[in-house]
């Protein structure tokens, strides 16, 4: 029997996270993949609260993917909305990567580990997702091809977001 979740929002209402707590969130899934940890199918009802939409059913049976939820909820917990938010957001990254190959050049995985580029996190910690849970490959493509300024501009001194 699954361990299952009520989530009170939609996926597309998922929280952003902080990039630093994705980038946590790969390193624990990582080190849990490396140490054979294994966790139970996981089974999450995406309904908010009084909404009238059919709610939406998702089974985490994959083991690698119930490695890395048990991971996270040693790490952090799934028992909060950030905690699911951030769990999310990592299984649509990792998605995405493997189905989309212009994203290549933002990401290296090797035997030290795995080089995300920043702009790739910082997209994959605050664009929405899509109502299975997923990235839009398209909506992704679309934010990391603009220029992004990194200075403070030198009329206000604001950075950009």
């Known amino acids: 029997m699954p361990t299952a979740y009520a989530i009170p929002f939609t996926p597309e209402a998922t929280p952003a996270v902080a990039p ?3 980038l946590q969130a790969w390193d624990a899934a990582r080190e849990a993949a490396t140490a054979a940890l294994h966790g139970p199918p996981r089974q999450f ?3 908010p609260p009084g909404s009238s ?3 939406l059913d998702l089974l ?6 119930c490695c890395w939820a048990e991971a996270l909820d040693r790490r952090i917990g799934l028992d909060h909305a950030e905690g699911m938010a951030v769990l999310f957001r990592l299984l649509a990254l990792l998605e995405v990567m493997s189905r989309a190959p ?3 050049a933002l990401f ?3 035997r030290e580990g795995t080089v995300l580029h920043p702009d790739l996190l910082r997209a ?4 929405p997702l899509d109502g299975a849970a ?3 490959e398209e909506g992704l493509r679309h934010r990391l091809a603009r220029p992004r300024l990194t200075k403070p501009n030198e009329t206000t001194g604001a950075t950009p977001a």
Do not use: S
């Not at 985490?60 to 993917?65: F, I, Q, T, Y």
């Not at 994959?124 to 664009?127: F, K, L, R, S, V």
């Open 45 to 47: 009802r995406f309904q």
């Open 20 to 22: 630093r707590a994705l």
């Open 124 to 127: 994959a910690a605050t664009q």
């Open 134 to 136: 997923r990235f839009d």
């Open 102 to 104: 212009w994203m290549r």
């Open 60 to 65: 985490l049976e994959d083991r690698d993917a």
């Open 53 to 55: 939409a059919p709610a």
């Open 108 to 110: 290296d995985i090797g």
